[in-house]
């Protein structure tokens, strides 16, 4: 897949835990999919992407109410992984279905499983992976299957794993992307380090920082989490299905240049939405602020039901003077400003001419950053920011994965 709209955006619609058509996150999932799909209808965002646990117990009945929901939308993309709930009842046969119909459809990229033999403590068994790779905006996009490998036991408790072919499949890709000067970003259930194996654990978060992964995108905490390391960005978006993490809604992130960026658009917000995709936040910098000549390049990811031209974006710099920003693509606004040293706070603003509107603030990294050492923990939460109010992190963990009640 193949875009010419410069920055790299999707949507990312978190676990959904589905049970019956009438429960209320059934209808929350209508409601975000009929906002997406006509966000992607405008050209603003590539894809939805639905991060796994998209079943409660992995039932055929329960993709019932998903694939009816997608079937709303059919000229919607939509990327879809597995969860360990897709597995809950001991068999990944009704999500092979769903897979089949998703993902090997051209909504869906056509992609296809992949059996392996892989090895066990008792016996080698057959096992069929549902891991897959393209190209989005000039990203290299990888999709990772942490379930599949695991034993998929019910109660057993975390049991994610990649096999030998999958580490092997992904250190190929990430080697040819590097090769070709793609970044990359991948798409993963949850955490490096919860993969059971310590061995794997090692092997993926190694690869993804030797190789400069800008962005781990996941689902599984259930609350909206950023952990950047200072090359990769680390993003967990809350459950659509079982949540305590405030209004329900989805994750938009983008990859634009050098810069990657995150935010939470609620559901009970209207839109439009804006996303400053450059410069990097200095919370999620993995490089100097680019200001040689005493000038800064600005640009925003602006989601509208409404047509550009009836957008009026703005910035500011510390509460100063409105400087106009205008359109550089379909779904991006620009600006070159003066940017003096000691300057702190960046404000996007858009209207849409309905009398709606939306802000946000971002601190640009400094001239003099420089990225921190690898962590002792790579690929884990250790990383993780406090609360981030306008990005939508409450900041306290508070989902049935780490400091929640149970599910």
């Not at 059919?74 to 998703?102: C, E, N, S, W, Y």
Request: charge should be negative.
């Amino acid at each position: 897949m193949t875009a010419s709209h410069g920055v790299f955006a999707f949507a990312h619609i978190g676990d959904l835990h589905l049970e019956r058509a009438e429960d209320r996150h059934a209808a929350d999932l209508r409601a975000i999919l009929a906002e997406v799909a006509g966000l992607h209808g405008h050209g603003l965002l590539d894809f939805a992407y639905l991060p796994g646990d998209l079943a409660e117990d992995g039932r055929a009945e329960q993709y019932a109410v998903l694939r009816e929901a997608l079937d709303r939308h059919p000229a919607l993309p939509v990327r879809l992984i597995a969860g360990d709930h897709d597995r809950q009842h001991g068999t990944m046969a009704d999500f092979d279905a769903l897979f089949a119909a998703v993902a090997g459809s051209p909504r869906g990229g056509g992609h296809a499983a992949r059996c392996h033999d892989l090895p066990r403590p008792r016996d080698p068994v057959s096992v069929t992976h549902y891991h897959f790779a393209e190209t989005w905006a000039g990203v290299r996009c990888l999709f990772l299957d942490m379930v599949s490998p695991g034993y998929g036991q019910k109660g057993f408790g975390l049991d994610f794993r990649l096999g030998p072919h999958q580490l092997a499949w992904l250190g190929a890709e990430l080697a040819r992307a590097e090769r070709e000067g793609q970044p990359c970003a991948v798409f993963a259930h949850t955490y490096p380090d919860d993969l059971r194996v310590p061995d794997e654990r090692a092997a993926l978060a190694g690869l993804i920082r030797h190789h400069g992964v800008r962005l781990v995108e996941m689902g599984h905490t259930h609350y909206n989490e950023l952990a950047p390391d200072g090359r990769t960005l680390y993003a967990a978006a809350r459950s659509v299905g079982q949540n305590e993490d405030g209004s329900v809604g989805y994750a938009v992130a983008a990859i634009d240049g050098p810069v990657t960026s995150w935010r939470f658009k609620p559901l009970d917000r209207a839109l439009p939405f804006v996303m400053v995709t450059s410069p990097a936040d200095r919370r999620l910098a993995t490089a100097p602020l680019d200001a040689a000549d005493g000038t800064i390049a600005v640009r925003a990811l602006v989601l509208s039901d409404r047509p550009q031209a009836a957008w009026r974006c703005h910035l500011r710099v510390d509460g100063g003077p409105a400087h106009p920003m205008v359109p550089d693509g379909p779904r991006t606004v620009h600006a070159r400003i003066p940017w003096r040293d000691g300057a702190r706070r960046l404000a996007v603003t858009v209207t849409d001419g309905a009398g709606r509107a939306d802000t946000e603030v971002i601190e640009p990294v400094g001239r003099s950053f420089v990225p921190p050492p690898a962590h002792e923990r790579p690929g884990s939460d250790a990383l993780r920011l406090p609360a981030w109010p306008e990005k939508g992190l409450r900041g306290d963990q508070l989902g049935p994965n780490r400091n929640g009640r149970d599910w």
